[in-house]
């Protein structure tokens, strides 16, 4: 090991097929060490969210290889070593906030859930189900879910996209804490206000990753 956490190889990755294929990541390298904020920025269609889903393990490279602690990152690995929070933040709506945020605990015992959901701004609304709650405080939740058992890596597809200032300072609060207890977050953003903190910017044009400035 390189005293990488995540290593991304010569990774290249096509949607589709036939005439309809589409080049989503050509020939990425990428190499993230733990206790990381890792921000993936570029436009919409850069590969952020392909380069989230391949280094999450809900998805094969098409070729090259992608590594989370030496390890291929596809099939999933277990959530506390790599973690998600998808775009479509997948909540059981019947079920309420903080039993969504505990479905990665399952019979572990004892969690963080109290206190994120508190310094998230969700304590109020940890009763209510969450199909009662705004997209805001879903997306939130699905933060808190995703950190819910400290993850060597957590995946942040879009974090802040629906928060409003308060919001995004609540979330870039947790997630300096969450870095400081070791974890590494990679976190696929547009957002300005996420990219100013972080410790290491990728930034992606077209599937491949832009030169350091």
Not at 27 to 43: E, H, I, K, M, Y
Not at 128 to 155: F, H, I, W
Request: proline share 6%; glycine share 8%.
């Amino acid at each position: 090991m390189t005293g990488a956490l995540v290593e991304v190889r010569a990774v290249s990755h096509t949607r589709g097929s036939g005439a309809s294929a589409t080049q989503v990541l050509q020939d990425v390298d990428l190499s993230l060490p733990p206790a990381t904020l890792a921000v993936l920025a570029g436009r919409s269609g850069s590969g952020k969210s392909t380069l989230c889903h391949l280094v999450a393990g809900v998805m094969a490279p098409g070729a090259g290889q992608v590594l989370v602690d030496g390890r291929a990152a596809y099939p999933a690995a277990d959530w506390a070593t790599v973690s998600l929070l998808p775009q479509r933040l997948a909540l059981e709506p019947e079920l309420t906030v903080a039993e969504n945020v505990l479905l990665p605990a399952g019979v572990r015992g004892r969690s963080p859930a109290a206190d994120l959901l508190e310094r998230l701004g969700l304590a109020a609304i940890a009763g209510r189900p969450a199909r009662d709650t705004s997209l805001g405080e879903q997306q939130r939740a699905a933060l808190a879910r995703a950190l819910v058992l400290n993850p060597a890596v957590a995946v942040l597809d879009e974090p802040t996209a629906h928060q409003d200032d308060d919001h995004v300072r609540l979330i870039l609060e947790v997630l300096a804490a969450s870095v400081t207890a070791g974890t590494l977050a990679l976190v696929a953003t547009h957002d300005q206000r996420v990219i100013d903190v972080a410790g290491v910017v990728v930034r992606l044009r077209s599937g491949r990753v832009l030169p350091a400035a």
